[in-house]
């Protein structure tokens, strides 16, 4: 199973750009890399998934080294209703469903 | 109906009580999932369902029954609930394949005394 690792809190300011670092030494080949937003009283919502290189979407990017035992979730000039908690999710949800491991999340503090 | 409904928003159970929490989702989606959430220990996953009619075991299984009798719907159930199961219980549900993000229900809080 790959187990996820992440830094358990950052704090950063209003128009900073802000790196999670989530480790998975034991990603393997089919897995996929997921990452989650939540609020505080809601579930989860997804932010951006990637299985190697660059991924970028409108509100965020996604890096992926060569080995894949690790990946940056990279927020662009982070606001403060950017203050969640971030998921790291790896896992093929396509044939092991019960295999999904989630990180313990990082909690994100923006200030003014 | 849109997206995952839960139900009840939050309940408080006496030790010992037998306990449903109910999940539905309106996107024929074929995976379904429960996890608990517990302060400092994440999301954990309890148990799920890749398609309608089969039913598999996660992180976190003892102590819960799931089952899966069409598509849209997703029960959990504690047998007999014990304080430990106190936690947030959060529904998901998701296309099959690795492409596919999962969505997630608003949560249930549940106390047990």
């Known amino acids: 199973l790959a187990k996820t690792t992440q830094p358990i809190s950052m704090d950063s300011y209003e128009g900073q750009e802000v790196n999670i670092t989530c480790s998975h030494n034991?990603?393997?080949?089919?897995?996929?890399i997921t990452w989650y937003q939540q609020f505080p009283s809601q579930g989860p919502r997804f932010i951006i998934q990637?299985?190697?290189t660059k991924v970028t979407n409108e509100v965020a990017s996604l890096f992926i080294p060569a080995d894949r035992k690790s990946s940056t979730l990279s927020l662009p000039r982070v606001s403060l209703s950017d203050t969640a908690v971030y998921y790291c999710?790896?896992?093929?949800?396509?044939?092991?469903?019960?295999?999904?491991?989630f990180g313990q999340g990082t909690e994100l503090s923006v200030k003014p | 109906i849109a997206g995952i409904t839960q139900a009840p928003t939050s309940q408080i159970l006496a030790a010992g009580r037998r306990m449903t929490l109910r999940c539905t989702q309106d996107?024929?989606?074929?995976?379904m999932y429960w996890y608990r959430q517990d302060l400092g220990l994440g999301l954990r996953l309890i148990h799920y369902?890749?398609?309608?009619?089969?039913?598999g075991k996660g992180e976190v299984p003892d102590g819960y029954s799931v089952s899966r009798a069409n598509t849209d719907d997703f029960p959990l159930t504690l047998a007999s609930a014990v304080p430990s199961q106190t936690s947030v219980y959060f529904c998901?549900?998701?296309?099959?394949?690795?492409?596919?993000?999962?969505?997630f229900g608003p949560g249930t809080r549940l106390t047990v005394l």
């Open positions: 998901a549900s998701s296309g099959w394949g690795s492409y596919n993000e999962q969505f």
């Open positions: 034991n990603i393997a080949t089919n897995d996929y």
């Open positions: 990637g299985y190697k």
């Open positions: 999710l790896v896992g093929d949800m396509g044939n092991q469903g019960g295999k999904l491991i």
């Open positions: 996107m024929r989606h074929n995976a």
């Open positions: 369902s890749n398609t309608a009619g089969t039913t």
